[in-house]
């Protein structure tokens, strides 16, 4: 099945991001059966001095000529990002509900607003034990969500997704320099 011209003009609006120096983006295998039509890229934190990455994200975008049942259109999103965070936020009580500030701030700057948000931010616990004490334990945030895209130029909303990857990661945006005491 050929995908129609729709679908093949919103993966086009994905060329007009302007990816924040701070982020890599790259295509990657999307999942088959959610949709007649797919797409999905990946993103994540450029590492620094041989780190790992501080945060990564994926974004899926399905097409339903016919539309599905919840989506209120033809278009829908799917996005999932995961950042390690230091310990100090990983125990704040709130941090669900800013996570989930990061990207409803970060969508409400889209021209047109989607519609039907919907998601779940989960905070991880590592805890290391045995011969792995060594690596430390850490705390990681993954918040995964979805909506419908109210245009076909999807370029807002997937900046959207890359400021809630960079503000998960603690980077600051592109000219923004932090100064430290």
């Known amino acids: 099945?050929?995908?129609?011209?729709?679908?093949?003009?919103?993966?086009?609006?994905?060329?007009?991001?302007?990816?924040?120096?701070?982020?890599?983006?790259?295509?990657?295998?999307?999942?088959a059966t959610l949709a007649p039509f797919t797409a999905a890229v990946s993103a994540q934190t450029v590492a620094r001095d041989g780190l790992a990455p501080l945060?990564?994200?994926?974004?899926?975008?399905?097409?339903?000529?016919?539309?599905?049942?919840?989506?209120?259109?033809v278009l829908r999103l799917v996005a999932m990002v995961s950042a390690k965070l230091d310990d100090e936020l990983g125990a704040d009580p709130l941090l669900g509900e800013v996570a989930w500030?990061?990207?409803?701030?970060?969508?409400?700057?889209?021209e047109p607003p989607p519609i039907n948000l919907a998601g779940t931010v989960t905070r991880v616990l590592s805890e290391t034990f045995g011969g792995l004490h060594l690596s430390g334990g850490s705390t990681r945030i993954e918040l995964r969500a979805s909506w419908t895209p109210t245009s076909f130029d999807i370029s807002s909303d997937m900046w959207a997704w890359l400021e809630v990857i960079r503000e998960a990661a603690g980077i600051d945006p592109d000219g923004v320099v932090s100064i430290h005491r």
């Open 55 to 73: 945060g990564s994200g994926k974004l899926v975008v399905l097409y339903d000529p016919a539309g599905q049942e919840g989506w209120e259109g």
């Open 101 to 110: 500030s990061w990207l409803t701030g970060a969508l409400g700057e889209c």
């Open 1 to 31: 099945m050929d995908a129609p011209t729709q679908f093949g003009a919103t993966l086009l609006s994905l060329r007009d991001v302007r990816v924040p120096a701070t982020l890599t983006v790259q295509e990657m295998p999307a999942p």
